[in-house]
């Protein structure tokens, strides 16, 4: 069963968010204080309302407390987006999430017991920078920051097969997909016997810190 979802503040990031969950098969419902945002929202939200979300009587009215998330994205304002946490969480609506202005704002939001803080533009650098200093690098795990997924091309493995190669005893790396250089694309849970081609890809999933700098 889909979630049903609330986004407070309908600016780039908000609006993105949200419209992003509707193509994904979820109810979404909007909710900012500006008429525009209002209307720009309407053509791609299930819901959107008009309401100043500091007035915690006006998200009642709305019904804010049946959903099973809410994102808080109210753009810099420390005070009106850890109120409307607060109130989200008297509410006890399951998952309360807000995208913070800063670490500080991040620190004092997750004592208010908020789930999930964002800041944007810090995870944005963070991955940036990655792709930069890490060959292949592809994203960072949810479960885990210090585990990445990268993709790398095979060219020294040339005419050996997983089980042959050892990555995980040799290099503590797991490959979890291959895309032939034939094909384009992958396949997942690939099967150890096959042989490796110059040109063909891999994904694997490593601990980003490791020293060891691999040259497939």
């Given amino acids: 069963m889909k979630q049903e979802i609330a986004v407070i503040g309908l600016g780039k990031f908000g609006l993105y968010f949200a419209s992003t969950l509707v193509d994904l098969g979820h109810t979404v419902i909007g909710i900012d204080n500006r008429q525009s945002r209002v209307q720009l929202a309407g053509d791609s939200l299930n819901q959107a309302y008009r309401a100043d979300a500091?007035?915690?009587?006006?998200?009642?009215?709305?019904?804010?407390?049946?959903?099973?998330?809410?994102?808080?994205?109210?753009?810099?304002s420390i005070a009106a987006s850890s109120m409307i946490a607060m109130y989200a969480k008297e509410m006890e609506i399951p998952q309360v999430?807000?995208?913070?202005?800063?670490?500080?704002?991040?620190?004092?939001?997750?004592?208010?017991?908020?789930?999930?803080?964002?800041?944007?533009?810090?995870?944005a650098a963070v991955q940036l920078a990655s792709k930069v200093a890490i060959p292949g690098f592809l994203q960072y795990a949810t479960f885990d920051p210090e585990i990445s997924f990268q993709e790398l091309t095979i060219d020294r493995w040339s005419g050996k097969s997983l089980r042959q190669l050892e990555l995980?005893?040799?290099?503590?790396?797991?490959?979890?997909?291959?895309?032939?250089?034939?094909s384009e694309t992958y396949e997942y849970t690939p099967d150890p016997d096959y042989v490796f081609q110059e040109g063909d890809k891999i994904i694997i999933l490593r601990n980003t810190n490791t020293p060891d700098r691999l040259r497939p």
């Fill in 168 to 182: 995980t005893r040799r290099h503590h790396i797991q490959v979890i997909a291959v895309k032939r250089i034939d």
């Fill in 97 to 123: 999430w807000v995208k913070a202005a800063s670490p500080d704002h991040q620190r004092l939001l997750y004592r208010l017991g908020v789930d999930e803080v964002i800041i944007p533009e810090q995870m």
């Fill in 54 to 76: 500091t007035n915690k009587e006006a998200l009642e009215q709305i019904g804010l407390a049946e959903v099973s998330l809410v994102l808080i994205s109210v753009g810099d």
